[in-house]
């Protein structure tokens, strides 16, 4: 896209937000080709078909692992799945900010009467993204519905609670690691590492890891709140690995620190943030 809507460029304040207007725009540019958008979809969610299938093989074959079934697997499994495929979906551009850096056009981002994360965030959008959240939202879903969760009128309002603070966290460790990219425009494997990554350690219960491992995910790079410890509530189900059970209710709390952590790395990689003069 060459350059915002007429409306940005003349410096009027949209009536509806700048990511949506964005996002509205690259998603007509999509539609355009509705056979190749169909095939991208079908595509992501074979993808989701697979990292599910593999799960289940697992568990199949062991019955179970650190005391889940399978069943539960396919929660933990649906929440990762719903979290990543999400933040993929709404931040998921911010990893090519390298590209904009080697070739200049993050210039170009910066003059705009707009933000420039948003920008980013909201650059090449495509709904086909969402043939991997809509499946896990259905996979969580269905494992909901099926498993013998203790309702509650308290556990029927903090899941979606629960839902939208794994993928603000998400969002949050894609923006700190794409901030990587100002200080080592090659960083972006490094950002992957922990982003991809971190999903495919959360689809499993991360009980079958270790304590180590589980205590790495919950204080260094807080995945566990993302799958394990809104499982563990869902459930009830005390954590094998011995943490205690308050920080099943921190996944609020760690969504908005960690947003504040990502602005911060935001603010200070665009301080670092040297034009290339192209």
Known sequence: MASLPSALRRGRAPRIPVYLLLVWTWCRAAAQYPGSLALLALA????????????LVVFGHAGELAGF?????MLVYGLAALAFGTADLLMGSVERIGDHIRT????????????????????RFSPHRLGKAVPAAAIAG??????DVPWTPGRVAYTPVLVASGVAICCAIWTIGACLQFFITDAREVANSVTYGGQALTEYPLGIYGREIVRAATFTVPLAFVTWQPAL???????PTGLPEWLRFAPPA????LCALAALAWRTGLRHYRSTGS
């Open 142 to 147: 269905y494992a909901l519905a099926t498993l």
């Open 254 to 257: 760690v969504a908005a620190v």
């Open 44 to 55: 992501q969610a074979c993808s989701a078909a697979a990292e599910l299938t593999a799960v």
């Open 233 to 239: 509530y869902l459930l009830d189900r005390p954590d």
């Open 104 to 123: 200049g056009s993050l210039d170009t981002l910066l003059v705009r009467p707009a933000s420039a994360l948003v920008q980013l965030a909201a650059d």
């Open 69 to 73: 079934t399978a069943r539960e697997a």
